[in-house]
DNA sequence: GCCCAGGTATAAA
DNA sequence: TTTATACATGGG
């Protein structure tokens, strides 16, 4: 078990069920049972501490590294909110949102699946992929690689009942078995290198190359404020330009999501 | 039954 | 270059 003492800025649920990871399952208690990195944990809020229950020392800084905890939350949402009202707003109304580091393979997995899909359904479809295709784990099953994924027949993806997302799943994953995604460009090259780098792959539009580069790369400086985006801010405030997103606008992006998430018949 | 969901590929103007 | 439509599946 690990513990991280004096944890600030985080709630378990804002994070964890906020559409951008599709792995984690609440407890009665409040606690989340989830797998990342082939290990799967249990983990806890105690107070300010943060509890990975399940996980060995040696994995600290991994832990460390996947709740983003090196960077003060507190600090971007101060500089978020003074952007535009519609920020301060949505980052107010669910303050302990971090962005998770996740996987890169298992982010534009997940992020295929979620295209014109609800996300009850893509955690079933990704359940399923994970049951089906990846290795067996202590607690559960690890994501599939994508040496394994691309090796499986369309009858074999069918299983998933993923619909017409299997080809783009299929596409994805030997693209990447074969090496033709570039990570290192996708993490540090110009964001749109990197976004046309993902949009190599047969299924993988704007949305979908962003979220997998926010949400698995870390890509926080340059989600890009969509035209949904602009209508939301023009329409809470008519009388304001709407504003870019700042340094920190993939966080920015995820408070909005989940704002909207929750205030549909604000925004429309 | 009908509508829609963290969109994208494809065809057509 | 921009605009309509199909797409598989299942929850509300």
């Not at 479809?125 to 394994?148: D, M, N, T, W, Y």
């Not at 993939?250 to 549909?264: K, L």
Request: glycine letters at 8%; a negative charge.
């Amino acid at each position: 078990m690990i513990v991280f003492e004096n944890v600030a800025d985080l709630d378990l649920a804002q994070t964890l069920d906020c559409g951008q990871s599709f792995r984690w399952t609440e407890r009665p208690d409040g606690s989340f049972d989830g797998i990342a990195f082939s290990r799967s944990v249990n983990v806890s809020l105690d107070g300010s501490s943060l509890v990975i229950d399940g996980a060995g020392e040696d994995d600290r800084a991994l832990w460390r590294e996947y709740f983003d905890l090196d960077l003060d939350y507190g600090m971007v949402r101060r500089q978020i909110s003074g952007l535009h009202p519609v920020l301060a707003r949505a980052a107010e109304y669910a303050p302990g949102i971090r962005v998770l580091r996740q996987e890169p393979f298992e982010t534009l997995i997940t992020f295929i699946i979620s295209q014109n899909n609800n996300i009850k359904r893509i955690k079933g479809i990704v359940s399923r992929l994970c049951e089906s295709f990846g290795e067996p784990i202590s607690g559960g099953f690890a994501f599939p690689a994508a040496q394994r994924l691309s090796e499986q027949s369309a009858e074999a993806l069918a299983t998933l009942r993923a619909g017409f997302r299997a080809r783009y799943i299929s596409d994805a994953a030997k693209k990447v078995a074969r090496g033709e995604i570039d990570w290192q460009l996708c993490r540090t090259g110009d964001y749109g290198a990197a976004r046309a780098e993902l949009m190599k792959i047969t299924g993988v539009g704007v949305k979908v190359a962003d979220c997998t580069l926010l949400f698995g790369l870390h890509r926080i400086e340059a989600f890009p404020v969509d035209v949904w985006m602009k209508r939301a801010m023009e329409k809470l405030f008519p009388e304001m330009a709407p504003a870019d997103f700042g340094e920190y606008a993939g966080i920015a992006q995820q408070y909005i999501f989940n704002y909207s998430r929750m205030h549909p018949e604000i925004f429309e």
